[in-house]
């Protein structure tokens, strides 16, 4: 063979081992310390991430009681609010009298209380509302005399009309 042919074939021989020679060297060390250091940061944030995500669902699950909370106190508040409706409305309702002819109301005056007082009681058995704006609607003295007769037969029925009259009878 002579010197030029064995060139030729040295020559790519002695490259290719070259090329393997250095393929089996090392990476520079500038190289992996910057990777380390990347894979180093990259759990750092991972960790932050995390801790993050615990945070947050620890807040949402405060967030869903607080909300239940709010939920229960309004359903509260409103059934308060419709009780103090429907006491306010039972209030107006027992203040409004029903009109009261004054011509009964004169001819229970003018009766003996010894004989209105059983007749009160039996209006007060048909219509106890009628009772009380009958009362109301007589002269101060002599809606006494007879609840007072009232009383000596019936304390209760005469303590609940007088309240009754008490809560309708307009201030003056």
Known sequence: MNAKS????LAPLALS???IWLSAQAPPATEGVKVG???EKIQVREKA?????GELRQMEERLSTLQGTLERDRADLVAREKALQDAT??????RTRPP?????IRTYENMDPLSAAPAL???????QEVAVSLLAGMQAKKAAHILDQLA???????AILSEKVGITRPKE
Request: hydrophobic share 55%; charged share 30%.
């Open 100 to 104: 009261i002819d004054i011509q009964i």
């Open 89 to 94: 409305a039972k209030l107006e309702a027992q």
């Open 37 to 39: 250091e990347l894979a």
């Open 49 to 53: 991430v995390t801790q993050k995500e």
């Open 152 to 158: 000596l037969k019936d304390a209760k029925l005469a």
């Open 17 to 19: 081992a070259g090329v």
């Open 121 to 127: 009681k039996e209006l007060a058995a048909l219509n």
């Open 6 to 9: 064995s060139i030729w074939i």
